[in-house]
């Protein structure tokens, strides 16, 4: 106890980030918000739902050409 005058708290080094490392952030962040918003504009890429949305005459003719 009698050193305890000479001990010293070690202060955290102050850090920076430069433009790679903050590039590095948000490149992967600007992906993740595209794709979220081109899933959210085409929530159903086969197309079921507008082959539902066709009259049942129309769906009645796709089935005879297909057999």
């Given amino acids: 106890m009698e050193h305890l005058s000479e001990l010293n708290t070690a202060e955290p080094e102050h850090m920076s980030f430069d433009a790679v490392e903050i590039a590095g ?29 066709k009259e049942p005459e129309q769906r009645l003719e796709q089935i005879h050409q297909h057999r």
């Fill in 25 to 53: 952030l948000i490149v992967p962040l600007l992906f993740a918000i595209m794709t979220i918003v081109l899933v959210a504009m085409n929530p159903d890429p086969s197309g079921v739902a507008d082959k539902e949305s």
